[in-house]
C-alpha cells in the first residue's frame, strides 16, 4: 500500500533523508521512530505532496506520488503535527469543507460525518465551535477529517504530542479501531510507548537514515530480556541480558546496586542507534 525506494531530501547542506527504502502491506500500522530531525516529517510531506523529493520514487496504493498525483492524494488522508483546524467553525462545518474538497455529494458528506463524529466521540459537540474544544477533542476531531474521504492510507504525524496520558490513550484506542478497519497507517512518533503499544512494525529512523525495522518483540528480542541500570555519573549505564539469572548472578557480584528491569523499545533503540529517542 506503501512504497519508498531510496528516497532522499535536502535542503541546500542539510541532507534530511539519505536513502530511505521501506514498504507497507495493506492494514499494518507501520511506525516510524526517531529523535527530533530525524527526518519522520518530511518523509510524510513528500509522501502527501506538500515537499518534493530530491530522489528515489514512491507510491501509495500503486499510484507513483509525483508521475500520478491525483491518484496518490485520493489514497491517504492526514493528520499533522500542528493542530490546523479553522478555529472559527464549527465542528460540522470543519469536516463539510474537507468533504467538499473531494466532490462529495451533500448526503454522502452528511451521513459519513455523522458516522464519524459517532466513531470519534464527538456527535454531542457537532454544532460546537473549534475553538471552545479541548487539545484532546482538537486531535480526534483531526483524525476524523483525515477520514471523511475514506482513504485507504492515513499518515499520523506525532498524533499525541503534547496531550496528557489518559489522553494519548483514548488516541491511541481510536488509532486501533481505525486500524482494524482495514486502513493502513503511517505513524511518525518519539514517544517509545506508543510505537510498542500500536506498530505491527517499527523502523528506526536515526539522521534522516533507517536503522533496523521490524515487530516491537523481535527488535526487544535483540537487544536482550532484562536490564540493568545504574548511575555513572549523571548518566544511566544500562547492560542488557538474556536472561534474568544472568542478570541476577551480574548484580551479586557488583559492589554497587543496580535496578533491575525488563527490556523495553527504548532500550533497544538506544542499543541500535546509541542515542536516546525522548528529547
Ligand atoms: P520532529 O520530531 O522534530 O518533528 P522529524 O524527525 O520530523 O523531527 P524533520 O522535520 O523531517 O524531522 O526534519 C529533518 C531535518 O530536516 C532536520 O534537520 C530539519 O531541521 C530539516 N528541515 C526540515 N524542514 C526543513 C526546511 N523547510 N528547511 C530546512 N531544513 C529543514
Request: aromatic letters at 8%; a positive charge; glycine letters at 8%.
Given at each position: 500500500?506503501?512504497?519508498?525506494?531510496?528516497?532522499?531530501?535536502?535542503?541546500?547542506?542539510?541532507?534530511a533523508?539519505?536513502?530511505?527504502?521501506?514498504?507497507?502491506?495493506?492494514?499494518?500500522?507501520?511506525?516510524?521512530?526517531?529523535?527530533?530531525?530525524?527526518?519522520?516529517?518530511?518523509?510524510?510531506?513528500?509522501?502527501?505532496?506538500?515537499?518534493?523529493?530530491?530522489g528515489?520514487?514512491?507510491?501509495?496504493?500503486?499510484?507513483?506520488?509525483?508521475?500520478?498525483?491525483?491518484?496518490?492524494?485520493?489514497?491517504?488522508?492526514?493528520?499533522?503535527?500542528?493542530?490546523?483546524?479553522?478555529?472559527?467553525?464549527?465542528?460540522?462545518?470543519?469536516?463539510?469543507?474537507?468533504?467538499?474538497?473531494?466532490?462529495?455529494?451533500?448526503?454522502?458528506?452528511?451521513?459519513?460525518?455523522?458516522?464519524?463524529?459517532?466513531?470519534?466521540?464527538?456527535?454531542?459537540?457537532?454544532?460546537?465551535?473549534?475553538?471552545?474544544?479541548?487539545?484532546?477533542?482538537?486531535?480526534?476531531?483531526?483524525?476524523?477529517?483525515?477520514?471523511?474521504?475514506?482513504?485507504?492510507?492515513?499518515?499520523?504525524?506525532?498524533?499525541?504530542?503534547?496531550?496528557?496520558?489518559e489522553?494519548?490513550?483514548?488516541?491511541?484506542?481510536?488509532?486501533?479501531?481505525?486500524?482494524?478497519?482495514?486502513?493502513?497507517?503511517?505513524?511518525?512518533?518519539?514517544?517509545i510507548?506508543?510505537?510498542?503499544?500500536?506498530?505491527?512494525?517499527?523502523?528506526?529512523?536515526?539522521?534522516?537514515?533507517?536503522?533496523?525495522?521490524?515487530?516491537?518483540?523481535?527488535?526487544?528480542?535483540?537487544?536482550?530480556?532484562?536490564?540493568?541500570?545504574?548511575?555513572?555519573?549523571?548518566?544511566?549505564?544500562?547492560?542488557?541480558?538474556?536472561?534474568?539469572?544472568?542478570?541476577?548472578?551480574?548484580?551479586?557480584?557488583?559492589?554497587e546496586?543496580y535496578?533491575?528491569?525488563?527490556?523495553?523499545?527504548?532500550?533497544?533503540?538506544?542499543?541500535?542507534?546509541?542515542?536516546?529517542?525522548?528529547?
Open positions: 500500500m506503501i512504497r519508498i525506494e531510496n528516497l532522499k531530501k535536502s535542503y541546500k547542506n542539510i541532507h533523508l539519505k536513502g530511505v527504502s521501506f514498504r507497507v502491506p495493506p492494514g499494518e500500522l507501520f511506525a516510524y521512530l526517531g529523535p527530533n530531525g530525524a527526518g519522520k516529517t518530511t518523509t510524510i510531506r513528500i509522501l502527501s505532496g506538500l515537499t518534493r523529493r530530491s528515489g520514487d514512491a507510491w501509495l496504493g500503486g499510484f507513483h506520488i509525483e508521475k500520478e498525483s491525483l491518484k496518490a492524494k485520493k489514497n491517504f488522508g492526514m493528520v499533522m503535527q500542528s493542530i490546523n483546524l479553522d478555529q472559527e467553525l464549527t465542528i460540522f462545518e470543519n469536516l463539510d469543507i474537507h468533504g467538499r474538497l473531494f466532490n462529495m455529494s451533500s448526503a454522502k458528506r452528511r451521513e459519513k460525518i455523522d458516522e464519524l463524529l459517532a466513531y470519534v466521540d464527538l456527535i454531542d459537540r457537532k454544532k460546537s465551535l473549534v475553538k471552545q474544544l479541548s487539545g484532546g477533542m482538537k486531535r480526534r476531531l483531526m483524525i476524523a477529517r483525515a477520514m471523511v474521504h475514506s482513504p485507504r492510507i492515513l499518515f499520523l504525524d506525532e498524533p499525541t504530542v503534547g496531550l496528557d496520558a489522553i494519548r490513550r483514548r488516541i491511541w484506542g481510536l488509532i486501533k479501531k481505525i486500524q482494524n478497519r482495514g486502513t493502513t497507517i503511517l505513524l511518525t512518533t518519539h514517544y510507548e506508543e510505537a510498542e503499544f500500536l506498530a505491527d512494525r517499527v523502523a528506526f529512523l536515526d539522521e534522516g537514515k533507517i536503522v533496523v525495522i521490524d515487530t516491537p518483540q523481535k527488535l526487544m528480542d535483540q537487544t536482550g530480556d532484562w536490564a540493568i541500570d545504574r548511575m555513572d555519573g549523571d548518566k544511566i549505564k544500562t547492560v542488557y541480558f538474556k536472561t534474568r539469572q544472568k542478570a541476577d548472578a551480574f548484580i551479586a557480584s557488583q559492589q546496586s535496578t533491575l528491569r525488563r527490556v523495553n523499545l527504548e532500550d533497544s533503540f538506544l542499543s541500535f542507534t546509541g542515542k536516546k529517542v525522548l528529547c
